[in-house]
Each structure stands twice: as C-alpha cells, then as structure tokens.
C-alpha cells in the first residue's frame, strides 16, 4: 500500500502480497531450515524451472518450488491476458538471481567465512528482496512494455539498484542489534568491524553516510531516469517503506507496538472525524 496506494492496481498489491510472502519463505529456507546440500539442489531446481526434476528435495522444498512455479505461471498468464505479453522468463529470472545469492550467504554461514564489507554488500543488496519486487512490479503496473526497457529492468537498473541498496543498508542498522545476539549471518557493521577493526559506533555511522548518499543517488537517477513515472515512484516508495520499517528498528521481525499501530491505523481503524481529533491523535497524524 506505502508503494501505491491508487484504487485501481488492486491486481498489482494482491499479488505483490504474495511475492512477499515467497521471499520471506524462501529467505527462512535458506537461512534457517535447508542444509548446504539442499539449498544447492533447491537452486538447481529453480534454475531449471522443471516441476518434473524435483524428486530430489526433501518435501517442504518441493512444496515451496510448486508456489513459486504455479504462482509464476499464474500470474504471467493473467498478465498476456491482459496485456498480449508473456513475462514469466523475465519473472523467473529474478528468482533464480535471488536463490543464487542466498546460496553464496548459505556457504558463507556454513564455512564459517566473514566476508569483506564491499562483499557483502555486492551479494546483499540481492538478498534483501527487493530486486524481485521491483521485477514484477514493473510489469504490473499500468502501462505500456517497451522492449528497449527490458534489459534494464533485468540487468538491474540503478533506479532498482540503489532502492536495493537503501534497503540493504537501513534494514542492516535496525535488525544488527537483535541476529547479532542470535548469532545470525553478519551484517554491514560487523563486516566492517571485522575487516577494519573500527568500533561498533564508526561502523554505524558509515553505514548512515552510505545511507544519505544512496539516496542522493537514487533521487538524481529518478530525475534522469527515462523510465515509466509510475515505476519510479513506486521504487522510491520501497525505499521509504523500508527506513519506515527499519529506521528505529527491526519492524518487520519483531512485532513491536508502533509499527502495529500504524498498520492498524492505515487499515483498519476509520479516519476519525475532525470534530472528534484530540490533541494526541493531532500530533500522531502530523508526523
């Protein structure tokens, strides 16, 4: 909805809900559930994007693999319906991307490596998800496909890119705290820490220059870009959705009551009426 909210992409937040969802279980898989072994044999599987080729993951894998297979499908055929173009090699790809890099996290966990802080970051701005979002939401969006666009969109253009980034950057400062604890994969900060000694304090105050900049960046490319205006939108919406979500913490993780509220208001609580707006309520809407 914070990406946009117009009443008439319905299709566009209903499926997007269920991009999300995939991410969030694919993540878990590759981060929690699958061993190296079968998170190298469940990117095999969805590489060769073959439902008949799946014998060979353990179940929950071949479950999640059908989700992703049939979603897919369903949803690119909705989209050549509607629009006379069939884009789930476009969606796919992504996918793979995504498992790809997840994969490289998987080893890097399970050799027990720390990697160095631009390599990090080159492998997770993927692995924050929001390259696959911005896939499908380009080609869900109301306007017309233009072929020269295309390789752009695959390749990963800046205006997904730095949106990655931003994402990768802000969601790595408000969930740092909480998987270090857990002994979870390293962050930014730690990698920074790790490869250059400099104090858990230095290292968060790069990563927020790093923050100002990108988003520099990202509103210079927005500017120049000849992308369709919607599409942009839409990505620096992400972007903001993101520090919404992580900005004083983990948001999407740990259930915390402010970010429940303001679920709550923007979806289920009625506007209140303005004779019945108290001075807190004021305030609240105000900022």
């Known amino acids: 909805m914070e990406m946009n909210s117009e009443p008439d992409i319905q299709f566009f937040r209903i499926n997007l809900t269920k991009v999300d969802c995939l991410i969030v279980t694919i993540d878990d898989i590759f981060d929690v559930y699958g061993t190296l072994e079968e998170l190298e044999l469940f990117t095999e599987a969805v590489d060769r994007w073959d439902p008949n080729t799946i014998d060979t993951l353990p179940e929950y894998m ?26 789930a090699p476009y969606l796919k790809k992504s996918w793979v991307d995504i498992c790809k890099h997840y994969l490289i996290e998987a080893k890097w966990a399970d050799g027990g490596y720390k990697p160095e802080f631009e390599k990090y970051l080159e492998n997770g701005w ?13 080609f869900w969006i109301p306007h017309s496909f233009k072929k020269q666009e295309l390789p752009s ?36 900060i730690q990698c920074y820490m790790n490869e250059t000694g400099a104090s858990e304090e230095n290292a968060k105050e790069l990563i927020k220059s790093m923050l100002s900049l990108t988003w520099k960046k990202l509103n210079k490319e927005a500017h120049n870009s000849s992308l369709p205006q919607i599409f942009i939108d839409m990505a620096m919406n992400l972007a903001r959705m993101a520090m919404c979500m992580y900005i004083h913490g983990d948001g999407h993780t740990i259930q915390d009551s402010q970010m429940k509220d303001r679920v709550l208001s923007l979806i289920v609580h009625p506007i209140p009426q303005k004779e019945n707006i108290n001075e807190k309520e004021l305030k609240i809407m105000t900022h």
């Not at 071949?62 to 884009?87: A, H, R």
């Not at 695959?154 to 790595?172: A, G, K, M, P, W």
């Not at 740092?176 to 979870?184: T, V």
């Open 153 to 188: 969109i695959q390749q990963y253009c800046y205006i997904i890119r730095f949106t990655c980034i931003i994402s990768r950057l802000v969601n790595d400062l408000g969930t740092y705290q909480r998987e270090s604890e857990n002994g979870d994969t390293l962050k930014l």
């Open 126 to 138: 993927m692995t924050i998800g929001m390259s696959v979002m911005l896939v499908h939401t380009y």
């Open 62 to 87: 071949q479950l999640c693999f059908l989700s992703l297979y049939n979603f897919v499908n369903d949803v690119s055929f909705e989209v050549l319906k509607m629009k006379g173009f069939y884009i």
